[in-house]
Structure formats: C-alpha cells, structure tokens
C-alpha cells in the first residue's frame, strides 16, 4: 500500500507542483490550502505524515501544527517557510514547540523533503545528525 500524506500549501500553483513531485515518488496526496480545510480532512481520514507551509490563508501553520498536534498525536508532520523567522522567533524552534517534527526552509531541496518522509514511512526517530545539519540551516 502506498504512503498517504496531506500537504497544505496556500499557492495554487505551488501546491500543483508538490502534488506531482510527491506523487511521482510513490505517495497518494491529498492537498489542502488553508488550515481549516486541512484538519477538516484530517478528522476524517488517515495519513501517514503531513506536510504544511507555515505561510497559509485563514490560519497560521503553526496554529495548524498545534491543531494537527491535538488531533493526531503521532502524525509526522513537516514544515516548510520562505523565512527563517515566524513573528520573530527562529522557524526551526517554533516549528518544534508547536508540536512539529521538522522545518525545511524554501526553496524546499527535494532530496531534504524526501528523506524526512522516508523518515516517517520507517517510524524511525526524526532527530539524527542529518536533521541537525538540515535545521541547522535554517537557523
């Protein structure tokens, strides 16, 4: 069975793009463009990880992460930004403290993205030293 993964991306044609990247990869996606939508499908249907712009209409991702969090307790869920700060505060923290497992700063590098899901299809832990270097980064 292939993995499933919700992606929430507020840019149409962003949203396209990581639609066929991600399918292209073996995933079945099912995309999303505000937070409320995003949980509105999440209360629904299963996942087997989720990622999420932080830069999204109606609600902030790190609102959604929060939600998300509440909702699924154990869904790997991985955020992504154009800036590596939210409201002042370093992504990579904040993404954390609000119950995400990883950020990825844009442009996203596709290998990063594809080896936190691989991360994720293998229920292995999300910290080792490649994490560290990633968030690193974007610090």
Do not use: Y
């Not at 109606?58 to 800036?83: C, D, F, K």
């Not at 497992?101 to 990063?112: G, H, R, T, Y």
Request: hydrophobic share 50%; aromatic share 6%; charged share 20%.
């Amino acid at each position: 069975m292939k993995p499933r993964i919700l992606v929430m991306v507020g840019q149409p044609v962003r949203l396209t793009m990581v639609h066929w990247l991600l399918e292209r990869a073996g995933w079945v996606v099912t995309t999303a463009v505000c937070g409320d939508t995003a949980l509105a499908i999440l209360a629904c249907e299963r996942f087997d990880a989720m990622l999420t712009d932080l830069e999204t209409p109606s609600r902030h991702g790190l609102e959604v992460i929060r939600a998300v969090r509440a909702l699924r307790p154990n869904l790997p869920i991985i955020a992504v930004a154009s800036e590596a700060t939210v409201h002042g505060q370093n992504c990579a923290r904040a993404v954390a403290e609000a119950g995400g497992d990883a950020f990825l700063p844009k442009p996203v590098c596709a290998s990063d993205l594809f080896f936190m899901l691989a991360k994720a299809q293998s229920c292995s832990p999300f910290c080792d030293e490649r994490d560290a270097t990633v968030l690193a980064a974007a610090s």
